[in-house]
């Protein structure tokens, strides 16, 4: 038995503040965006701040001459962190937590894998899934759901039901909605009276662990901006005139190298350019992709959307799907004018006449023939696919049906009713 010394190289992830910063950049809308910049510049010495140009100020002010920005209410991922900052968590952990918040959608639920995210950041799955326990632990229940079913299910947990109990309830639902009591009983092995108040709990359930109608992302600022010369041709810029502009107080770096000061507010300050500079660059390029892939959109208009993947743009432009859904969530392009969600011009294809057609263009299909139909004479979910298959797409029934309800267009006996009604009127 003898000791020896050896060298071993391991890697390891250090999810620093400025590494969140960095993803959580990329995938905030204009208004959350301009706050932030807003929040650091009031708080950090080393950035400059200017007004957005299209308000009509010029020159740029030390940011500590800036009056503080108005308080208003915490969003919920301030009230996440908050939370999260109370618990006892390892700090890498908390790191996770912190970069999961960030990755929220603006109705709680987490869209990105915990895979995706391992193989992006290189964060070590079991970390993510420590930090996903905690995460879902907070105020709202349902908070970081992957899915509805996920975010009913935590939150019957939070009314008492063991999980696994929760789990068999939520994939019973359709049995509740119809009322089938003798399965019910059956399948989850409980009494009718167990059965009526597990249906009492689902009535009380949310959807989202965060209403809609508090976060609601309102399309007011165009994040990428088409134009077309006098001979058609399509360009693409990014559309930040509403943005505030930072630049580094280049006096008080110098300073800060000769005496060190503040290390730690510089980083932060150069990973805030950095980032804002990268969240552009991957605008622009998801711009100049989609007026080469959905030239026909910007020149025929929405009839002649292509269909088109997020993961299509991923490889082509190779970057991580992940990056992707940061880069489209809450964004908009303007169209002569008019606000486009990036999300819309992407979708999956269905088998159509001339080979290939959108799922985008089906839906607006289904809403001119429901908006044809005859009065008094709605068309059903089948009548709906049978005419789209006289016009060469192939879509199935429970589609067409999951597209009109999407669209929000009744029932077809919904639609019968208020057609009476009107008539009546």
């Known amino acids: 038995m003898k000791q020896t010394l050896g060298l071993r190289q391991t890697q390891q992830l250090a999810l620093t503040p400025v590494v969140r910063m960095s993803l959580s950049i990329l995938r905030m809308a204009p208004g959350d965006l301009s706050e932030e910049i807003a929040r650091e510049a009031g708080r950090n010495p080393f950035l400059r701040h200017e007004a957005p140009r299209n308000r009509g100020t010029v020159g740029a002010a030390p940011a500590a001459s800036l009056p503080e920005p108005e308080a208003r209410e915490s969003s919920f991922q301030e009230a996440l962190r908050s939370q999260l900052s109370q618990m006892d968590l390892a700090p890498p952990v908390e790191a996770l937590a912190l970069l999961l918040v960030s990755e929220l959608r603006e109705d709680g639920i987490l869209d990105v894998t915990l895979d995706e995210l391992a193989e992006e950041t290189g964060a070590p799955l079991s970390g993510l899934q420590t930090a996903l326990a905690a995460l879902q632990s907070c105020d709202p229940v349902g908070i970081g759901a992957r899915d509805l079913a996920e975010c009913l299910k935590l939150q019957l947990i939070d009314l008492g039901l063991p999980p696994a109990e929760a789990g068999a309830t939520v994939a019973a639902m359709s049995l509740f909605a119809a009322r089938d009591w003798a399965t019910i009983t059956r399948r989850l092995g409980i009494d009718r009276p167990e059965a009526e108040r597990r249906a009492a709990l689902l009535r009380r359930l949310s959807p989202r662990p965060v209403r809609a109608t508090d976060t609601a992302t309102l399309l007011s600022h165009p994040d990428l901006i088409v134009t077309r010369d006098a001979s058609g041709v399509l360009a693409v810029n990014v559309g930040d005139r509403h943005l505030p502009r930072i630049a580094l107080d280049q ?149 067409v049906a999951k597209y009109r309800q999407g669209l929000r267009i009744p029932a077809t006996s919904t639609r019968r009713r208020l057609s009476t009604d009107r008539v009546a009127g």
């Open 251 to 399: 006096a008080l770096v110098a300073r800060a190298r000769k005496d060190g000061f503040a290390p730690e507010l510089l980083e932060r300050a150069r990973a805030l350019i950095a980032a804002l500079d990268q969240r552009g660059r991957t605008l622009k390029r998801i711009g100049d992709w989609l007026i080469t892939h959905q030239a026909a959109f910007f020149i025929r208009g929405p009839q002649a959307i292509k269909p088109a993947t997020r993961a299509e743009l991923a490889g082509d432009l190779g970057l991580h799907p992940a990056t992707v859904g940061r880069a489209v969530a809450g964004k908009s392009v303007d169209i002569d004018g008019r606000l486009w969600p990036l999300s819309h011009f992407f979708s999956t294809a269905l088998p159509g006449p001339d080979g290939t057609v959108s799922a985008r263009a089906v839906q607006r299909r289904i809403l001119s023939l429901v908006a044809a139909e005859p009065p008094g004479r709605p068309l059903s979910d089948a009548a709906l696919t049978e005419a789209l298959r006289a016009e060469g797409v192939d879509i199935a029934r429970r589609t």
